[in-house]
């Protein structure tokens, strides 16, 4: 076994000559290489023709023609050493290459495609579209399309031209493109993170199909910072439950954020509540919200607690009746609903960065956590995959501290 795998080891490309005509009753024909290599063969035209009947099949020369066939030896040698070639540079960086990979190298101006980072990076997303045709996977889509423009932006002002080749891209540029990120487009380092590992992402395809001959991106470490996550305190959930409002449609805002309170779910998956999602228990008597994660597919179970159910039975009344697929919650656009929060959020003079997505945060922590419930739970009901990603997401309150270590208190003070 180990003779074997030394005689493929070692094995090189070999080169032969024929002529070959269009059809049995033409004279003249095209001389032709044929390369073998590992069981696969690849035929070249010389582009030199010459008579058939002047053709050696035995010597594979021609008989009495010294011109064209110094003509044959030249062309022949010269492709010989530009597959030589190829077939060196690719093992001598311990690839293991095949017959067309070692051909495309070689005669790289006739097969080479322009594979350009714009173009590379265009097709990707039109594929990711089309793989991704739900709604709830539109912002993974629109922060390629994001990190795109801000390349390119970023190529036309440094490089003077609207594409480049992988072959150009070096560490510099990258080290550039990332403080272009901070500094132009004035983006925090979180943010300038993501869109530098979507790039990376991009050029990773050309390393893997060798379309350029060094990674640029080796050695260049990509780390996240820990960022506080805003939360609402007990106090401020019952200001936000209790506040009158004139218009209707903030009050509309208010019950959808304090569904997500009572239930952990994100917008998108507030939006696509159907009847089918919601599910009784006939041992507790209660029921219990049971649905997949639009965003991750990650099956998440909660209880319907009370104040989630009184919101349910305001917005769709007799919702126990409906059919399966019927959708419960009142419909919004998350730009509305942003945009409403902060309006709503000014109106009861809280001071706080709010999204839709704190509603979940609040949920796993302020009402979760600081009521004890165990954080394997708490992950089971926001949708985690691991218990790691609630570990960061629900930070730990002083309120937690103080209870779980009450028991502790006591004992030192007697």
């Known amino acids: ?121 265009n097709s990707f997303i039109l594929k990711l579209e089309k793989q991704n045709p739900l709604l709830s996977q539109r912002s993974n889509i629109l922060k390629h399309h994001t990190c795109m423009k801000h390349l390119c932006d970023f190529v036309k002002s440094s490089y003077h031209c609207n594409d480049l080749s992988f072959s150009r891209i070096n560490r510099n540029f990258i080290d550039d493109f990332e403080l272009y990120l901070k500094s132009e487009c ?44 805003e939360v609402l305190n007990y106090e401020e959930i019952q200001l936000l439950k209790n506040v009158t409002l004139q218009k209707s449609y903030l009050n509309k805002t208010r019950e959808l954020f304090l569904f997500c309170i009572h239930t952990g779910m994100a917008y998108i998956d507030l939006q696509n509540l159907k009847r089918l999602h919601v599910e009784y228990n006939p041992v507790s008597g209660q029921y219990l919200i049971r649905k997949k994660r639009e965003k991750t597919g990650v ?31 009142p419909k919004i656009s998350n730009q509305k609903f942003n945009q409403y929060l902060k309006e709503l959020f000014a109106i009861l003079s809280i001071q706080k960065k709010i999204t839709t997505h704190v509603g979940r945060h609040t949920f796993a922590t302020t009402l979760a956590l600081e009521n004890g419930v165990p954080i394997e739970s708490v992950s089971k009901m926001v949708g985690h995959s691991k218990i790691s990603q609630t570990q960061r997401y629900a930070r730990v309150t002083s309120l937690k501290i103080e209870r779980e270590t009450k028991g502790l208190y006591d004992k030192l003070a007697s």
């Open 299 to 329: 099956e998440f179970m909660v209880p319907l607690f009370p104040p989630a159910k009184i919101l349910l039975d305001q917005w769709s009344s007799g919702w126990l009746e409906f059919s399966a697929e019927m959708l419960l919650a």
């Open 1 to 121: 076994m180990v003779r074997n795998t030394a005689i493929v080891a070692t094995e090189k490309p070999k080169f032969s000559l024929y002529p070959k005509r269009k059809s049995l009753t033409v004279s003249e024909s095209t001389i032709y290489m044929r390369i073998n290599y590992q069981f696969m063969q690849i035929d070249k035209s010389l582009g030199i023709k010459v008579c058939f009947e002047d053709w050696d099949s035995n010597s594979h020369k021609l008989k009495n023609n010294p011109y064209h066939q110094k003509q044959i030896d030249e062309v022949f040698e010269e492709y010989k050493q530009k597959l030589m070639g190829a077939f060196y540079l690719f093992t001598q960086n311990a690839a293991s290459p095949t017959l067309r990979e070692i051909y495309n190298l070689a005669f790289s101006e006739e097969t080479k495609k322009t594979y350009s980072l714009f173009g590379v990076f």
């Open 186 to 229: 004035k983006n925090g380092h979180n943010a300038t993170m993501k869109m530098l590992q979507i790039f990376k992402k991009i050029y990773r395809i050309a390393v893997d199909n060798r379309w350029t001959n060094h990674n640029a991106f080796a050695g260049k470490k990509l780390s996240y910072k820990d960022v506080d996550i």
